[in-house]
């Protein structure tokens, strides 16, 4: 008797309790990945391109010069900072422009993070998804057993091998979701750490 190789069409959908969302959660990661990555797009070359043209005016005072570039720029991360920073900073009171640093980049950095939460409980849930459609899949296949009365180790491996594929469905949707997890979370800190420096340096200037 000639055996058949597996379909994977077919044994998605025997396994439709766990393949469908997992498909469905790839899907979804798939496009907070590719949202993710445009929204951060040139960010870094954009700060150090607005930081670098607000020196000249903060250094001679030129405050509504200064306010009107971070203005033109304000569909930049970098260029809300700097105005938030500029517009309520003090020259003979240093620790306000801080402040008021900290809070923009927090508010900024949570911004950047936007939708990341999806990527984490994807990561998180999709292996236990994937490890519960296996476990119902063998149940099926022994239950199957159990009703026909025929058994042996070809009945039971093609079992076992359509309850595998959800585990490796949600392994691999997982992983997926863990990389870019990891790397959006670095770019950003990458990106705050940017910020940071930047705006020491405007207020560096600004108070000297």
């Known amino acids: 008797m000639e055996q058949q190789g597996l379909n994977l069409i077919e044994i998605i959908h025997k396994g439709a309790l766990a393949t469908y969302p997992l498909i469905l959660l790839s899907i979804v990661s798939v496009t907070v990945v590719f949202e993710r990555l445009w929204s951060l797009r040139n960010i870094r070359s954009t ?10 005016p903060v250094q001679k005072g030129q405050r509504d010069l200064a306010l009107a570039i971070c203005k033109q720029n304000s569909n930049c991360p970098a260029g809300r ?19 008021v640093a900290v809070e923009a980049m927090f508010e900024e950095s949570q911004h950047l993070r936007k939708h990341l939460w999806i990527l984490g409980t994807v990561a998180s849930s999709a292996p236990f998804i994937g490890l519960f459609g296996t476990v119902v899949g063998i149940i099926k296949a022994f239950e199957s057993m159990a009703v026909s009365g025929t058994g042996g180790f070809a009945v ?4 076992i091998s359509e309850a595998l594929v959800a585990t490796a469905l949600g ?9 870019f997890y990891n790397y959006f979370q670095t770019r950003i800190a990458g990106l705050t750490a940017l910020f940071r420096i930047q705006v020491g340096r405007i207020l560096r200037h600004f108070n000297g």
Do not use: K, M
């Not at 105005?83 to 402040?99: D, I, K, Y």
């Open 47 to 56: 700060t150090l391109r607005i930081a670098e043209s607000l020196i000249d």
């Open 81 to 99: 900072i700097f105005h938030s920073v500029l517009e309520r900073a003090e020259s003979h009171q240093p620790e306000t422009g801080s402040n």
């Open 156 to 159: 039971v491996a093609a079992g």
């Open 171 to 179: 392994l691999g949707v997982a992983i997926i979701a863990l990389v």
